[in-house]
């Protein structure tokens, strides 16, 4: 684009044509107030809070008008002042903006505009209708009466997160925001990703789990990435002394440019399950506490012959620990290579015009990806096909949904394509034939667990079930159906919760839970990432590698031990 | 003298097929002639004929704009004279059937008007120029036949033909026509931005959502004439290098939808619409000109009616303006190119390209050219659809055309534009319509609505009414129209009702001020205009409400003083009776009294009274 010369505040500058005035004004340090637009999101100009003079006749809004050559533009003046200051007396009379009874008050973007532009009364009275709230989501709480009608909750949720669930019904006054047409909010469409609550500027979205604990200006920021799956999505996570506030998108990071899904930002948080907190020894039957060296030793013990299965979460850090405890015998709980080789990456999602989805529920997995095709898909830029059998929730977002047995039409139908992306996980072994013969298609392979491909770097082949009289060690956060992969066999599990399932185990040994430890993975796209720890676990509990340097400590004093008793006899 | 019309319609009687022997009979059923009973009138005269089998033919049409007269019906003779009668019910069927048409005696004091003689109503077409109207209320709207023999699809053929598309847009712009839809852009210069916009697609579009309370022009001619706004946007399809369109009409407009569908299904099978367009009745240039047009109905919504928002509603999507630039002509439905123009504005085209752009500048004043049609109401004499050359003064159309004001009360305002527009003083009449003098009073020149109001109507009543509508039409979308519109309804509402303030008329200019100049989209930007111009012409009326507590014209019920006229008061208790505050004493056949403390303004007593006792002041 060819640059401009453009004059703000009498200061003379040159940016590219076709940007917004408000974009150019930031790129030079010129402040014009804010409220509807969002970086992340397209111009709106609803509030019209940014207006300036930009030429002649009526103020406009910097926001949504683009630059022209030779304009001059003026972002203060009393006029441009006045009309300011009254928008936000419209907005604060328009619903009910008692900031000291407000879960948002001191983190709200309107409250911080009212003190920074100087509102100190309230020239309408304010307030005198109740609007709904909506409270049957199990994360989000809406409240309609702090709503300002900016529709940031609305743009995120078609325009980044692909999932059209909010709306706004009636008109003028009597507006509202709408959910999937008037359902309850737990009842509707909506996926959980949480990106309206995290770009709505007041208080009428309202992270549940965060109200009353804290502002976001009282907590940590930390960076992170999610590995609840090997999309691995950037994360802020704000934390206030050892609790987890809240948990966004990072608008800054490649991979997922915000957009995250209920996994991350939610389901760790309300997971209910008992932890465990210090290791438990079945002693004749009854579960007995054990201290860190007696667990150690007792593992120690148990080394010869031994052999450890785990699951595709553990970081390539403690894989490595195990590694060097068990040598080649680590073995992993889920298949680790691809039925195909994968030939796309994420970024090949952002220009394909056609996506054959696979046996893959993108609204309840891998949830970023799922938002990266359908905010294409949705809108019509490209195409949905999806193939599967049974239930799959993308099914409403597409005319094109075929069963497993009518994959020829599903291919009939991509071949229209000019860029197509196949998306897949398990794939039958008929299914991959099929697709192996589409070689102009590109392949995106969902890597079963977060850190399956780091499985795969170390050599890590999956377990095959067998009886026998071996001593098993299962590690992982999800361990079910122990018993029935090796029966007869002694039983460790290494894992964060006491859950049922794990008591089948002779020895139960507590390590960090998610947000407890830190290490690193490798994504789908192949890249090196690296999760942070943000709290710290209780007591007892001990990473993966730490239990593997007490284990190998008991082993050597053994050894030693042993060596002794050698030598004396 | 002959009125143009009339003189038209003498030869259509041959082209409509007419012979020399029957009557052709023709029945105005334009939704305002349906309304006033027109398909009960048809079905009489149908009864009557055939009962007497007389040859004759029975037709309909659409508005001829005596909408004061109707239900109307014309009756020609072999020779040409025309007979209206205006007024006519079932019940006059019969004595029509029997004089006129069984003894070919005109029913003479029925006759509203007539080839043979001058009547009182032929005024109301005198100062009339009719080229958007040219063929309402005298052609058969369904009938192609009839719209052909009035040299329909002749300008379409000679732009095909003879001209090339660029030409087509010059001879636009030389006539100077403006977009009648509102803001008066040149129609021309819009159509050479979205010729010149780069795409291989590009849209037409036909915006005839008309949602201004009160005016039906649009509608007139869409029920009245299809084919000519049909034919106008394909010629300017052709200029502009469109092969898609869409004519976007208002839901509650079924007989405009229902000729439409007609029309295009006609135009299709007679080749004016479709693949290769006049393909074999043009030999010089094998014609490469195809367009599909489709007609959307309205999503009922006044906003639906702003360019961009009807836009988003074509695509399926809320009906919410959007950002401009960029503006249609470069990215319009679906991103491609488009363009977009009132009902009436295409209805200008076909007879601009057959006379000539010369024969239309040479119409109106420097800067507005061509006539305008107006849908004339409220307390006018003659309310009805008229179209005038563009320079005509106010007082001209209200006084000449319009006959003054009905009762024989005083003109105090004509409220122009509708909600958008503003309401223009009696001591403004000379003003002359035209864009600049129109704006310049602070109306606007609008799609066409002309409300006519007399000295009973309160002013700021009238700016609460048009506010009370945009305010509930706002699409919620910019803070200034959703929450500033509400805020100044609710002071002009409390000002009606006695309860205004010292320090309102500053608030309401300030809130207005903001609205106007912030707003988004053009509801928002002109809604204030009917309390600006009634603040600047009628600012006294609004003190008398806050200060004094009155209302000059006698129209808000809350500020009215009830007194009981002594003189008249026979003492019945009826208003006593009735008074739900016990407000009104007194003892029977004595005069009675009102206790002003415990008023309540109901009116409850002026309803009971049967002597008319009760005054209000
Ligand atoms: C709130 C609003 C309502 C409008 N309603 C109509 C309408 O009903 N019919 C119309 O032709 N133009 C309407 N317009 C104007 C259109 O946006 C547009 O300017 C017009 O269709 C262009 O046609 P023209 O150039 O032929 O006038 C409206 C504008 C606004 C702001
Ligand atoms: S939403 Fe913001 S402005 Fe409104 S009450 Fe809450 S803190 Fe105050
Ligand atoms: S949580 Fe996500 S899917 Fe649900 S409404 Fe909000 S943005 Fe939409
Ligand atoms: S809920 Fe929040 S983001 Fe959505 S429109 Fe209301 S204030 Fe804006
Ligand atoms: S898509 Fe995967 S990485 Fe991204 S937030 Fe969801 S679970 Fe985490
Ligand atoms: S001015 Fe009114 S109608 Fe127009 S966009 Fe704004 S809120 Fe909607
Ligand atoms: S920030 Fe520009 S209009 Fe809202």
């Known amino acids: 684009m060819a640059l401009v010369k453009i004059k703000i505040d009498g200061k003379e500058l040159e940016a590219e044509e076709g940007k917004t005035i408000l974009k150019v004004a930031q790129a030079n340090g010129i402040e014009i107030p804010t409220l509807c637009d969002h970086a ?97 989501h199990p994360y989000i709480l809406v409240d309609q009466n702090r709503c300002i009608l900016c529709r940031r909750c609305v743009r995120a949720c078609a325009d980044v997160g692909g999932h059209w669930v909010l709306g706004v019904k009636n008109r003028g006054y009597e507006s509202l925001i709408d959910i999937d047409m008037d359902a309850p909010f737990n009842d509707s469409s909506c996926t959980s990703c949480g990106l309206c609550v995290q770009v709505c500027p007041t208080g009428a979205l309202v992270d549940k789990r965060a109200s009353y604990l804290g502002r976001k200006d009282q907590a940590d920021l930390i960076l992170s990435r999610c590995d609840r799956c090997p999309v691995g999505c950037g994360l802020e996570v704000y934390r206030r002394s050892n609790y987890i506030l809240k948990i966004y998108g990072d608008w800054n990071c490649p991979t997922n440019g915000g957009v995250t899904c209920r996994l991350s930002r939610y389901a760790p948080l309300y997971d209910e399950r008992p932890r465990l907190s210090t290791p438990k020894l079945k002693e004749a039957g009854v579960w007995t506490p054990a201290s860190a060296e007696k667990t150690a030793r007792w593992m120690a013990g148990k ?64 949830g970023t990806v799922g938002s990266l095709i359908k905010r294409r898909t949705i809108p019509g830029t490209a195409k949905l096909i999806l193939v599967d059998d049974g239930f799959n929730s993308l099914a409403a977002s597409t005319d094109f949904v075929f069963s497993m047995e009518d994959l020829d039409s599903a291919l009939a139908e ?156 | 003298m002959l009125p143009g019309a009339i003189m038209h319609v003498a030869g259509s009687y041959h082209a409509a097929g007419g012979n020399r022997e029957g009557l052709i009979v023709v029945v105005g059923l334009g939704s305002c002639g349906i309304a006033a009973g027109g398909q009960k009138v048809r079905s009489a005269l149908i009864e009557a004929i055939e009962r007497r089998a007389l040859p004759i033919q029975l037709r309909e049409t659409g508005c001829v704009g005596m909408c004061y007269r109707e239900v109307l019906v014309d009756v020609f003779d072999p020779q040409g004279k025309r007979f209206t009668y205006g007024n006519v019910t079932p019940e006059r069927v019969e004595r029509l059937a029997t004089d006129h048409f069984e003894s070919g005696r005109p029913v003479r004091e029925w006759l509203v008007r007539s080839s043979e003689e001058s009547l009182a109503d032929d005024s109301f077409f005198a100062k009339q120029k009719r080229i958007v109207l040219r063929n309402c209320g005298i052609i058969d709207p369904e009938s192609l036949a009839e719209y052909r023999a009035r040299d329909g699809y002749q300008a ?179 991103g491609k190119p488009t363009n977009i123009n009132n009902v009436e504005t295409y209805a200008n085209i076909p007879w601009i390209l057959l006379h000539g752009p010369q024969a239309f500048a040479d119409l109106g004043t420097e800067k507005s050219k061509g006539s305008k049609v107006f849908a004339l109401a409220g307390k006018i004499a003659r309310g009805g659809l008229v179209e005038v050359p563009m320079g005509i003064t106010i007082g001209e159309v209200i006084y000449e055309i319009g006959g003054g004001i009905k009762d024989g009360r005083a003109f105090k305002a004509v409220q122009m534009g509708g909600p958008s527009g503003g309401c223009i003083p009696a001591s403004l009449a000379d003003t002359m319509i035209d864009y600049e003098s129109v704006t310049q009073t602070g109306a606007i020149m609008g799609s066409g609505g002309m409300v006519v109001l007399d000295e009973t109507a309160c002013m700021v009543e009238i700016a609460r009414f048009f506010l009370d509508f945009t305010q509930k039409e706002s699409c919620g979308k910019c803070t200034f129209c959703r929450i500033g519109t509400k805020r100044m309804l609710e002071i002009l509402t409390r000002i009606t009702q006695g309860q205004g303030q010292e320090g309102d008329i500053e608030l309401l200019y300030d809130l207005a001020d903001k609205v106007k100049t912030s707003s988004l989209c053009g509801l ?94």
């Open chain 1, 303 to 366: 080394l010869i012959n031994a052999e450890v299965v785990v699951e595709g979460s553990l970081s390539n850090e403690d894989l490595a620990a195990l590694k060097s405890l068990f040598g080649e015998r680590v073995f992993s709980l889920q298949d680790v290579a691809p039925p195909l080789p994968a030939t796309a990456k994420l970024q090949d999602l952002a220009d394909a015009d056609t996506y054959l989805v696979i046996g893959v529920d993108l609204n309840r997995e891998y």
């Open chain 2, 524 to 617: 928002g930007q002109t809604a204030p205009n009917p309390v600006l111009t009634t603040l600047r012409y009628f600012r006294e009326e609004y003190e008398a409400h806050i200060r004094e507590k009155r209302c000059p014209a006698h129209y808000c019920r809350k500020l009215l003083v009830y007194r009981i006229d002594s003189d008249l008061c026979t003492g019945c208790t009826a208003c006593a009776r009735a008074c739900p505050t016990q407000a009104i004493s007194g003892v029977v056949k004595q005069p009675h009294l009102i206790d002003q403390a415990r008023c309540i303004q109901c009116g409850s007593c002026v309803a009971k009274c049967r002597f008319d006792a009760v005054k209000t002041q």
């Open chain 2, 156 to 334: 379409l053929e000679k732009a095909l033909r003879r001209m090339q598309p660029e030409e087509v847009i010059q001879a636009v712009r030389d006539s100077g026509l403006r977009g009648r839809g509102g803001a008066g852009f040149p129609t021309g210069l819009k159509w050479q931005f979205a010729r010149g916009a780069k795409g291989e697609k590009k849209y037409l579009i036909c915006n005839g959502d008309e949602g201004d309370p009160g005016a039906f022009m649009d509608r007139s001619v869409l029920e009245g004439d299809p084919h000519t706004v049909i034919e106008g946007m394909l010629i300017a399809a052709y200029g502009i290098g469109a092969d898609e369109g869409y004519l976007y009409v208002r839901a509650e407009y079924p007989l405009a939808v229902r000729r439409l569908r007609k029309a295009i299904a006609d135009a299709t099978m007679a080749g004016f619409l479709g693949e290769h367009i006049m393909g074999s009745m043009l030999t010089a240039r094998g014609s490469e000109f195809s367009f599909q047009l489709h007609v959307k109905e309205g999503a009922g919504a006044f906003v639906c009616g702003e360019e961009t928002a009807l836009m988003a509603s074509i695509e399926g999507q809320r009906g919410m303006p959007r950002l401009r630039p960029p503006f249609p002509a470069t990215s319009g439905l679906w």
């Open chain 1, 40 to 136: 992340a999101l397209l111009p709106f100009g609803g509030c019209r809070l940014c207006v300036v003079q930009a030429g002649p006749g009526a103020l406009k809004p910097a926001c949504a008008t683009p630059i022209a050559s030779n304009m001059e533009v003026v972002t203060d003046s009393s006029e441009i002042r006045e009309a300011r200051m009254m928008v936000l007396q419209l907005l604060f009379g328009e619903r009910n903006h008692y900031c000291m009874v407000c879960e948002s008050t001191g983190q709200c973007e309107l409250q911080d505009l009212g003190y920074k532009l100087g509102l100190d009364h309230f020239e309408f009275f304010p307030y005198e209708k109740r609007f709904s709230e909506d409270v049957t």
């Open chain 1, 414 to 569: 991509a071949r229209k394509g000019r860029k197509v992306v196949i998306v897949y996980s398990h794939l039958r072994e008929t299914v991959a034939e099929a697709l192996r013969a589409e070689s102009q298609f590109l392949r995106l392979f969902l890597p079963y667990e977060s850190n399956t491909l780091g499985l795969a770097q170390a050599g890590i082949g999956p377990h095959i079930a067998a009886d026998s009289e071996r001593t098993v060690f299962f590690v992982g956060e999800n361990l079910r159906d122990l018993k029935s992969r090796v029966r007869g066999a002694t039983l460790v599990a290494l894992t964060p919760f006491e859950t049922d399932e794990v008591k089948a185990a002779d020895l139960i040994v507590p390590i960090p839970a998610v947000f407890e430890s830190e290490g690193s993975f490798i994504s789908m796209d192949g890249e090196l990432l690296r999760k942070e720890r943000i709290l710290e676990p209780g007591e007892g509990v001990r990473s993966v590698s730490a239990w593997v340097a007490l284990v190998e400590a008991q082993r050597l004093q053994s050894v030693v031990a042993k060596g002794k008793q050698g030598g004396s006899q």
